[in-house]
């Protein structure tokens, strides 16, 4: 045993903690804040109807042989009075097997991890499986190319015995280590793919991991595999374990032949599908989620790949190179020490085993394992559904099971609220803890070292703000037009039909917003989309400033409340497009209104009307002096616009 589980204590009975689990997992899910949405959404999913079988009588009339009484009722057992409340049920038999709701769980250097926090990420575990998460555990203990294959090995069975022991501890079906889970023939066969979706390594039996997983069994796999061409046992990265899984559980196949029939793989893959569902890929390091360079050290809240991927990339490796420019000796710095901060910042140290580790591409080690991670991802996620997701943590992080935060700010009896599991939290919501379009002084309460990542949805944004920034329109810069061959306008129409549930006057709209369009911002194929516009106040004379209007921001019914798409948009708009500021309205009674509340930087109810106007303008205030006049021309446009539905509902209640 190593020397961080020297004194692990094996003899905990089941028994001594059964009884905390339900009243801390119970803690955990009414703690979550799970809204309405949230929990239809995730009822919806995990908690299912369980297919309906055959009665067992109906069964075995279709054998086609007279079995005469043989599978008959006992009459002494069928006779004998039985007490029950409501109809009675005919006994049947499930045909056909419950799809399973999976995870893979990376745990990068768990001989680091202190006794407390193992086990209280297996207790995170355990709560997951019974909120209808089944878990694979693969172990991550680093690939030290000084020591042997076989110490490696070693290490990781120490390591994997210490997890199934701690999630034994929590009764329940347990935990089971798997050594043999793995196959390679060390040869990676050509595929042409824009990620790694081929390699040598593979699963040599699945239901090695299918049966366990069934009877609610954490399987804990050692990243090893069985080499086929010398017959010998070979230590290799967890993330080829990883990527191994994905492969397997996502039902891709490779290494087919080129005559086998297209009709069989098809059938294959839906076999699969059915069987089980890989719905997140989760890696508990100490280095803590992705890191950005303008959110104040700490981690990314949420990453769409399709949009972030490469600028991200670009970023932690820009940083890593200035970093080792400035440090000679090709070590991390030691004085000034920007890429530690970056990169490390509270979430985790940079300590002898990652120098050892150092790249060739002049990246610090700690860059070069968020960009593992990051990379990592993307490979598994581009092989699964769009519903699959992300999460990358602490084990610190997914440990802190219904415990209070230490506050020493705190005046004496004021209470702090349980933090939230984010792992729990994750599986009930499909949410990061917080949100990423928050205000970044709104977010600082609830820092986490915590990146929700998913394959999300490619951002078009008309006209491209790096390139043109929107400006007001003038001779010089015309306004674009929803004519333009980039925009489709009967989806752009259809999309804001469906999310105001409002049929548009398309005639009066588009005259009211001709050569006055700021700019549009399209999430996916017209999931979700945001329109703004240059408007001018009703008491502007002259060469008075037009004011940027948000005119329509709409998501499709179907991807309200997840997806993360109207954070995606609305990031867009203020990061990327008119980060001075903007301004709309909205009805006081809109449902909205709370998210709208929460990333506004003012807002105010308008007098005499049913107007709630906001504002993303850094520092503005209602009765500030010296910039009153903007917030007069704020409320001049929220007041001004008129509505363009073509019902009579819409236009009385002046809908927006």
């Not at 369980?50 to 599978?71: A, C, F, I, Q, T």
């Not at 076999?271 to 950005?292: H, M, V």
């Not at 009066?508 to 329109?531: C, D, P, V, W």
């Not at 709309?584 to 009674?589: A, E, G, Q």
Request: aromatic letters at 6%.
């Amino acid at each position: 045993m190593g020397t961080a589980c020297a004194n692990f204590d094996r003899s905990c009975l089941p028994s001594q903690q059964g009884a905390l689990d339900e009243e801390e997992l119970m803690l955990d899910v009414l703690g979550s804040t799970v809204t309405r949405r949230d929990a239809r959404s995730y009822l919806s999913r995990f908690r299912s109807e369980k297919p309906k079988g055959r009665s067992r009588n109906e069964r075995h009339d279709d054998v086609g042989v007279n079995l005469g009484n043989l599978y008959l009722p006992v009459h002494a057992v069928e006779q004998n009075p039985v007490f029950r409340q409501g109809p009675g049920e005919t006994q049947t038999v499930n045909e056909t097997l419950e799809q399973l709701h999976t995870a893979l769980v990376k745990i990068r250097r768990p001989q680091t991890i202190d006794n407390p926090t193992l086990e209280g990420v297996c207790l995170t575990l355990v709560q997951l499986v019974r909120l209808g998460m089944s878990s694979v555990v693969v172990l991550d203990c680093g690939n030290d190319e000084q020591r042997s294959s076989l110490y490696l090995r070693r290490l990781a069975m120490e390591q994997a015995d210490r997890i199934a022991a701690s999630i034994d501890q929590y009764g329940g079906p347990g935990a089971r280590c798997l050594d043999n889970a793995l196959a390679s023939s060390l040869e990676d066969e050509p595929f042409p793919s824009s990620v790694k979706v081929q390699s040598g390594t593979c699963i040599s039996n699945r239901n090695l991991l299918l049966n366990p997983l069934r009877r609610g069994i954490i399987p804990v796999v050692i990243p090893t595999t069985f080499v086929r061409s010398d017959q010998r046992l070979v230590h290799i990265p967890a993330d080829e374990a990883i990527l191994a899984l994905t492969r397997e559980f996502a039902g891709v196949r490779t290494g087919l032949d080129e005559e086998t029939d297209p009709q069989e793989i098809a059938e294959k893959f839906q076999q699969t599908q059915k069987e089980i569902s890989l719905d997140r890929i989760i890696l508990l390091d100490p280095l803590g989620g992705i890191p950005s360079t303008d959110e104040q050290c700490r981690s990314r809240v949420f990453i769409n790949l399709e949009q972030d991927y490469e600028s991200i990339r670009s970023e932690i490796l820009s940083v890593g190179k200035s970093d080792t420019q400035s440090d000679s000796s090709g070590d991390l710095p030691t004085s000034k020490e920007p890429a530690s901060k970056v990169f490390t910042s509270s979430f985790g140290e940079v300590g002898k085993y990652d120098r050892a580790f150092a790249p060739l591409t002049g990246v610090p080690t700690t860059g070069s394992h968020h960009l593992s991670n990051l990379a990592l991802l993307r490979d598994c996620l581009a092989m699964l559904p769009p519903s699959s997701s992300g999460l990358v943590t602490t084990p610190e992080n997914a440990a802190n099971a219904n415990r209070r935060p230490v506050d020493s700010g705190l005046a004496p009896g004021v209470g702090t609220r349980r933090q939230r599991n984010p792992l729990i939290h994750n599986l009930l919501t499909d949410k990061p803890v917080s949100s990423s379009s928050l205000p970044s002084d709104r977010a600082k309460g609830s820092i986490s070292p915590t990146t929700f990542i998913k394959r999300g949805m490619p951002v078009s944004i008309i006209p491209d703000p790096r390139v043109h920034p929107w400006t007001p329109p003038s001779k010089s810069n015309p306004s674009i037009s929803l004519s333009d061959p980039r925009i489709d306008l009967p989806r752009l129409i259809h999309l804001i039909e469906d999310s105001f549930s409002r049929r548009l006057d398309v005639q009066h709209y588009l005259s009211r917003i001709e050569g006055r369009i700021a700019g549009i911002i399209i999430a996916g194929e017209y999931e979700g989309g945001a329109l703004l516009t240059w408007e001018s106040p009703c008491h502007a004379t002259g060469q008075w400033p037009l004011v940027p209007y948000l005119d329509k921001f709409a998501v499709l019914k179907r991807s309200q409340g997840s997806g993360g798409v109207a954070d995606i948009l609305f990031k867009a708009m203020v990061k990327d497009c008119l980060p001075s500021g903007v301004c709309w309205r909205s009805r006081r009674d809109n449902p909205a209104n709370k998210w709208y509340f929460e990333r506004a930087r003012g807002t105010w109810k308008l007098p005499d009307s049913s107007w709630t106007m906001f504002w993303t303008t850094e520092g503005l205030q209602v009765g500030q002096k010296g910039r009153d006049w903007l917030l007069r021309d704020y409320e001049s446009v929220c007041r001004g616009v008129v509505p363009s539905w073509a019902d009579a509902a819409g236009k009385e209640r002046g809908v927006d």
